[in-house]
């Protein structure tokens, strides 16, 4: 009898395969294989130096191995169909090459952007649930542990230091294998948020599991990003508040209270220009919040001139607008430090109307699931809601959204293509219940 294919080795390669893609696609020791000098001030203008060869070359293979693996599976063109929404920004970018100062360099960040979906809805494709979470908390844990080391083995990349000239401030902060210490912020509080939900599914061992906790915690301290104390403390919160939500009964009134959180979230939205100064206050942060506010104002000035097509993707910002904001402000920017201002600036309110578009049909998709959770999923069912509501909101103040190599992308397509296959197998499921009760009266 031939051994399942969980336990092959095509099976183990796969999964080795999409931990390293997905450190990859995350940006973790980007860095290092681009070959950038940390000692020198990683905000400069992007427009002049030409791109890693490395970085293309493993962008390029990654890319095609995950076409390869697509076009293996049997599930792709359903799961295709059933998530078809996430790739109308990929889309997007590559038709704004028509408007781009530089199409050639739209091309290749569309093409990275591209695969960056692509490799979230390929382990949503290969994976079930349960085997996709532990991929994801794995890798998590694998990025925590491999910063840790970065910090004390090579300092030079894993600490902010004082060459980073135009973030004086950030001197000693722990960036591990990012660029950023924000986005080792978020990807700490991200991996207390799975194991404190999930954790016994991810690690079975409990030495692992709360030595890694403890590790993320001190990257967390270390880092001091103030997102990234927000993830850690909410994102644990909201997952398990929704295990309350899922038991409630009937399933109407799950649909009642979800539409209740959701529309609450307006007002509270309209209340944070009143609350910010107390928050950034609690989290010892400028009042302008780092620079953002005089950028946000200068870029809605900024896209006022192109309206409904905006810059184009990526070249538009390094070659039309950070020159720009640069004289504006004084200060160089790598990106808008908001997600939906980025789509805005590289695709116009068209763009934009298409992203809310969207994110209304993101959290419809995932919402099914706890308004009528799937007996298999049990805990999980509340999860790619959780992960959209998480992503959505970061990039109020984080550009992640439309970013290649970036978690929050992958974590969208992730979370769309597990309540996707949530659904396809809920149908499979009470197919195959009725067939056996039809047989069974024969």
Known sequence: MSRPFASSPAYKFLIVFLVAGLLFQTGALRTQLAGIDPGLNPNLPTAGPP???????????????????????RRTTEMALGTWPIFLLPVLAF??????????????????????????FLIATVLNTQAAVRLLGRTLSLTILLSVIWVFLYPRYGVHNAADQIELGLTGDWRGVFSHRTALGHVAGLTIALLVF??????????VRYGIMVLSVVCLIQAG????????????????ATQALIRLKPARSRSTVLALLLVAILPLMLLIPKLLPTLLFVLNKQPDLTGRIPLWDALLILAQEHLLLGYGYAAGFVYEIQPRVLAATGFTYAHCHNGYLEVLIAFGYLGLGICLAVVIWLLKTTGRLIVAPPPHLGHLSGLPFIVVLYTLSINCFEST?????????????????????????TRDRDALIARFRRDSHV
């Open 51 to 73: 791109a890693s060869m490395m970085v293309q070359f493993l962008t390029g293979s990654i890319f095609l191995a995950v076409v390869g693996l697509l076009l293996c599976s």
């Open 95 to 120: 038709v704004s090459m028509l408007w781009s100062p530089d199409p050639a360099f739209t091309l290749r960040k569309s093409i990275a952007f591209t695969g960056t979906v692509m490799f979230g």
């Open 198 to 207: 999930s954790g016994s599914l991810i690690w079975t061992s409990g030495v």
């Open 225 to 240: 990003s103030g997102g990234g104390f927000l993830t850690g403390a909410i994102v644990p919160c909201a997952l398990l």
């Open 401 to 425: 959204l439309i970013t290649e190599t970036s978690y929050a992308v992958v974590l969208l397509a992730l979370a769309a293509g597990l309540a996707t296959r949530a659904r396809i197998e």
